[in-house]
């Protein structure tokens, strides 16, 4: 998800100035079947008939495909999702398990008193939710495929925090265990009304955005994936922080809606849609996906090229536009090829033949800047004239389809594996195609509430907090390593850890043990400190002291010291009265370190890393001291500077 930034350029140019102190700043960046045929028994005619799907005789199965869903779903008048689910889901363990467990999403949004909705305090980035805006999803009957019916079975549960009035994870207590490797068939009939649009899924107006819409089944984790010692569920709540994590499967879906509709959905369609009596029926069909989900309007306006490059075999763009952006197709476009192309050539081929971009309306800019597989949506139509925002939020979507679609690292438990990285990759594809620099002194300097990457998502003490670091911080953890190891080092670690761990969902010990891997060398420092723990770099100049000598020389004394985390190369550049410099390169071990130098001027200036090339380090202004400063104007100039930026970065949100 892309979270978008508030900041003036103004305050932008007013920081810099003062983390700069006059210096020129470095911008740097620098087929086996599907399910088995068990799963698959005739389905009862008050189901969904399974829509005939393509051919996966000779397809690449690329995933583990634990879960299939066949679902038949119809948009109804009062924005009423009507739905019939067949899922089919394979034990990937080994333990028998006597409960199934599903994500019921929708209904985070049905009263103030759900743990999402008290959370956000009913906003989520810009958006707050409209008056009355309420919605929910209604399980109205669940059996087994042989018509055992399970509703007095079912049971909500709220292992996060214990708020019985969360309603959005739910247990289903079976007849019999499910043995490791068998396969469990279960219909349901459900109903979703659709809340107005403030976070992710909804309505305005006529436009609707069906994201985590259907019961999911949740995700039962094998021993030993993402480090666990014992086979399990994984479960949580949908929680105001986090996103999604799911298994791989198979989708097949048939979408009805009002005649005047076009829908965009997550895969390809198998036929062209259907009108008939004043409805349309549109069928999609996905594999090795992990979730589904689709947009529907009377208003889109729509065009599709196919794209192929050397590592994309080819692939079909889609866009569905606002009207009002109906001109920029150009720029979609091109954002969305240049994407796919480097991304596949950094990361690994895009495996989908489709990719469809929704551009919402402006009073739907809450669906917009968020990832489903191979379907993106931009943020809301509000200017026919943007800025960068709209190619910049564009390539950290498709970045997505890598991070959280391909690898599909567990979002609830380690955000900043697919956060961090999208931003990583963002902001190099922007650097490459558009020339856009990250300012990176001022975005580490935002960093004030530095926390481990490890951490749940929704355990950050705030939304800006957790923005910091899973998004933020995560990126300069990537940023510093690729200092250490240079741009060409750090792609193919990247790399390496994309192409083993497709379709695998890896933990960051995982990511860790890649890139021990690749570098031959131990990086457990590195981790402990700025991923597991929650340190940034800080090295500040303490003193500078000038003693005149016999013979008419000065000794200049420059102690600096080191506050924050380990950096193996800090540059000191000490300044003489005379203009000449001498440079330094500390290897930071000591926690304090005193220079001597002996010359014919005095020192007047210290500055560490004076071309802020560290970019973990989040307090600049320590980094330079004038000699000839009184100490108490010292003081009061360091204080006033320093309460001054830390005002300005705090006003900065992302």
């Known amino acids: 998800m892309k979270l978008q930034r508030r900041k003036t350029f103004l305050c932008l140019l007013l920081v810099l100035s003062i983390l700069s102190g006059g210096a020129a700043v470095s911008a740097r960046q620098s087929p086996a079947a599907a399910a088995p045929e ?3 028994p005739p389905a009862p005619s008050s189901m969904p008939q399974a829509p005939a799907v393509p051919s996966q005789s000779k397809a690449e199965v690329l995933s583990n495909r634990v879960v299939e869903y066949h679902i038949d779903v119809s948009l109804e008048e009062g924005r009423i999702l009507q739905g019939k689910e067949t899922i089919t889901w394979k034990h990937p363990g080994r333990k028998p398990v006597n409960e199934l467990y599903f994500h019921m999403y929708p209904n985070a949004f049905a009263s103030p008193e759900t743990t999402f909705m008290k959370e956000t305090g009913g906003k989520l980035r810009n958006d707050t939710m409209p008056a009355n805006g309420y919605g929910s999803i209604t399980l109205k009957d669940l059996k087994t495929e042989d018509g055992l019916p ?45 809340p107005k649009i403030f976070a992710r899924m909804g309505y305005a107006d006529d436009f609707v955005m069906a994201g985590q819409w259907f019961p999911k089944i949740s995700v039962y984790e094998p021993a030993g994936r993402r480090d666990r010692a014992e086979e399990g569920w994984n479960l ?80 079909k ?39 469809s971009i929704v551009v919402p309306p402006q009073n739907a800019n809450g669906a917009g800047g968020m990832e489903y597989p191979t379907l993106v949506t931009a943020f809301g139509a509000d200017d026919a004239a943007p800025g960068y925002n ?20 567990n979002e609830f438990e380690e ?84 192409r083993k761990y497709r379709f695998k969902h890896p933990s960051t010990r995982d990511f860790q043990r890649v890139v021990e891997t690749v570098t031959g060398r131990s990086w457990s420092p590195y981790f402990n400190q700025y991923v597991y723990g ?73 500055a560490i890393d004076p071309l ?36 300005l970065i705090r006003s900065l949100s992302w």
Request: no cysteine; charged share 20%.
């Open 317 to 355: 763009i889609k866009l569905y536009l606002d009207s009002s952006h109906k001109e920029l197709k150009a720029r979609y476009m091109y954002a969305a090829k240049a994407a796919l192309d480097s991304f596949s050539k950094w990361y690994g081929p895009y495996p989908y033949s489709t990719l």
């Open 150 to 194: 399970l509703m007095h079975r079912i049971q909500y549960v709220q292992p996060d925090d214990g708020n019985t009035a969360d309603q959005t994870l739910m247990k289903v207590r079976l007849p019999r265990p499910v043995k490791g490797g068998e396969s469990i068939t279960l219909y349901m009939t459900f109903e979703v009304k659709l």
């Open 534 to 606: 929650s340190q940034m770099a800080d090295f500040a100049v303490d003193s500078i002291q000038l003693r005149k000598l016999e013979n008419g020389m000065y000794e200049s004394a420059v102690t600096v010291s080191k506050k924050g985390g380990d950096v193996p190369a800090i540059p000191i550049q000490v300044a003489f009265k005379d203009k000449s410099s001498i440079q330094k390169t500390w290897d930071g071990k000591q926690q304090k370190v005193t220079y001597r130098f002996q010359s014919k001027s005095p020192a007047v200036s210290v």
């Open 415 to 498: 955000p900043w594996l697919d956060e961090g990285f999208a931003s990583y990759a963002e902001d190099k594809l922007m650097e490459q195609e558009y020339g856009l620099i990250p300012n990176i002194p001022l975005q580490s300097g935002q960093v004030y509430a530095p926390q481990s990457l490890t951490r749940e998502a929704w355990k950050y003490s705030s939304p800006d907090h957790y923005a910091q670091n899973a998004y933020l911080r995560g990126k300069l953890v990537l940023l510093g390593m690729e200092q250490q190891l240079g741009s060409t080092k750090m792609d193919a670690l990247l790399r390496s850890y994309v």
């Open 612 to 647: 802020h090339t560290i970019p973990l380090e989040n307090n600049h202004l320590n980094n330079t001291l004038l000699a000839e400063l009184p100490e108490k104007t010292e003081t009061r100039w360091l204080l006033g500077m320093t309460r001054l930026a830390e005002a």
């Open 38 to 40: 068990q799963a698959k």
């Open 236 to 315: 949580h709540q949908y929680h105001g922080n986090s996103e999604f994590y799911a298994d791989f499967g198979i989708y097949s879906v048939r979408i009805q809606v009002p005649d005047s509709y076009t829908v965009a959905a997550t895969g390809f369609p198998i036929r062209a849609p259907v009108s008939q009596g004043g409805r349309k029926m549109y069928q999609f069909y996905a594999d090795d996906v992990h979730d589904f989900a689709w947009a529907a309007s009377p208003d889109f306006v729509t065009y599709e090229e196919p794209f192929s490059t050397a590592q994309v075999p080819g692939v």
């Open 390 to 409: 709209l190619e910049r939020t564009v390539v950290h979507e498709i970045a997505h389809q890598y991070f959280y679609g391909i690898v599909a690292s």
